[in-house]
């Protein structure tokens, strides 16, 4: 065979027949997830921001335009662990979506609501280059798991940031809203059942509200409460809400409260409970829950 620089179609498929190998076919629809890592989007008073994006792709669509899904990591609203996830995400990555994982100030640099703005720039940051991670910008979603989850509900509900907009003229609004056994309420006195310092100062509601106490003070929990911000009139995007029964770091009745709130409300709200999952784990990234995850997004983008 000639050297020469060969595109694809142009390269001389071998077609010998070789004794005792078996030739499997392939479509090209094969999907690959490449990962980029540390990509900054912000800088906020010398403190710079990353994303952790994948990428879906095929060999007959290696720039495949694809749904984005914003998804704040978890972390008590302490520094994150921002790679924890991406083997899981990427699962979800293969069904043919954007992932970005967001970094956010922690509460060691800036009280809340930094964490809801700053995933908000990330959605922005992702829509106004769309095109460079091949992204459609009309299909944003945004998700996050434990304080990752209460973000994501922030973020999608709250519309008055315009002072917080890194990005001028372009929007942070989503399509959905997919929160996993997101830490979404302290109101109730067991809302993190094996945190004894629940909403001291040094608590993680505490230190994310500034250090304070926040025992006595029943507006501040309002405040970090999502149910306690969603009303009628409160613009919010379909909902899905995934928590375990058996959750020892997030009360799962939080998310139910939250459930019941948004109903009530009017909001298109859905809810799975898995039996005997605790806070996290495989169990929220089976076959099973992906498609749930899946269909939902796919309904919203309709």
């Not at 609501?113 to 091949?134: C, E, G, S, T, W």
């Not at 003229?169 to 399509?175: Q, R």
């Not at 959905?176 to 997101?182: F, K, T």
Request: aromatic fraction near 8%.
């Amino acid at each position: 065979m000639e050297l020469k620089d060969w595109t694809y179609e142009e390269l001389p498929e071998f077609t010998e027949p070789v004794e005792g190998v078996c030739v499997l076919p392939t479509t090209g629809d094969e999907m690959s997830v490449t990962y980029l890592h540390d990509v900054e989007y912000a800088e906020i008073g010398g403190v710079k921001l990353h994303l952790q994006i994948l990428l879906p792709g095929t060999r007959n669509d290696p720039e495949m335009v694809c749904p984005c899904v914003v998804f704040v990591q978890g972390s008590a609203w302490l520094p994150q662990d921002v790679y924890a996830q991406l083997p899981r995400a990427s699962r979800l990555a293969a069904r043919g979506y954007v992932v970005a994982i967001v970094e956010y100030r922690h509460s060691g640099i800036a009280a809340f609501p930094a964490q809801i703005m700053d995933a908000r720039n990330a959605v922005r940051f992702l829509r106004k280059n769309a095109a460079l991670y091949h992204i459609d910008p009309e299909k944003m979603v945004i998700s996050g798991d434990s304080s990752g989850g209460h973000t994501a509900m922030f973020a999608g509900i709250i519309h008055d940031d315009e002072q917080e907009n890194l990005y001028p003229g372009v929007t942070a609004e989503v399509k959905a809203i997919v929160n996993y056994y997101g830490s979404t309420s302290v109101m109730a006195d067991d809302s993190n059942p094996i945190t004894a310092n629940h909403c001291a100062p040094d608590s993680p509601e505490g230190l994310v509200m500034g250090g304070v106490d926040m025992r006595d003070r029943p507006d501040l929990k309002r405040k970090l409460s999502v149910e306690c911000n969603i009303t009628e009139d409160t613009v919010a995007p379909p909902t899905l809400i995934l928590h375990g029964t058996k959750d020892r770091t997030v009360n799962c009745e939080g998310s139910v409260v939250l459930y019941r709130q948004m109903k009530k409300c009017g909001k298109d709200v859905t809810m799975y409970l898995l039996r005997g999952a605790d806070h996290g784990g495989p169990e929220f990234w089976t076959d099973n829950i992906l498609d749930i995850v899946d269909s939902f997004i796919r309904r919203c983008l309709q």
